[in-house]
């Protein structure tokens, strides 16, 4: 199950959910969430790579491609956007099991 986990850009404020665990819409979804969540690149790599492996095995291929991206997509989004310079703006309990989950290191606190 995804936790919800509020980032805040450092320079211009804007505050975004992350998530991390296992994606249930990234399951029965595909690669759909990432482009309601406004991440083209990773929709259109994802889509491309999921066609070509269902595809090649006849379909079955692109049933395993989706159930492994439902267990990665949520961190690999939520440590994209600290890498473009967001920073948990959760509670301190809730930032403290965020950055265990992400792999990244805990932040200064961040007021929002």
């Known amino acids: 199950m995804a936790t919800r986990i ?21 399951l ?5 969430p990432a482009l309601f969540r406004s991440d ?19 379909g079955i291929g692109s049933f395993f491609v989706g159930f492994v991206w ?7 989004y939520t440590r994209k956007l600290i890498e473009r310079g967001y920073v948990l703006a959760g509670s301190d309990a809730d930032n403290t099991l965020a950055a265990s989950a992400l792999g990244v290191a805990l932040p200064a606190a961040v007021a929002i």
């Open 40 to 58: 083209f690149i990773t929709f259109i790599g994802g889509f491309v790579i999921w066609a070509i492996i269902g595809f090649m095995t006849f």
């Open 28 to 32: 029965f979804f595909g690669f759909f």
């Open 70 to 76: 439902a267990f990665m997509y949520n961190k690999y």
């Open 6 to 26: 509020a980032l805040k850009h450092k320079e211009s404020g804007i505050v975004k959910d992350g998530y991390y665990g296992f994606s249930w819409t990234t």
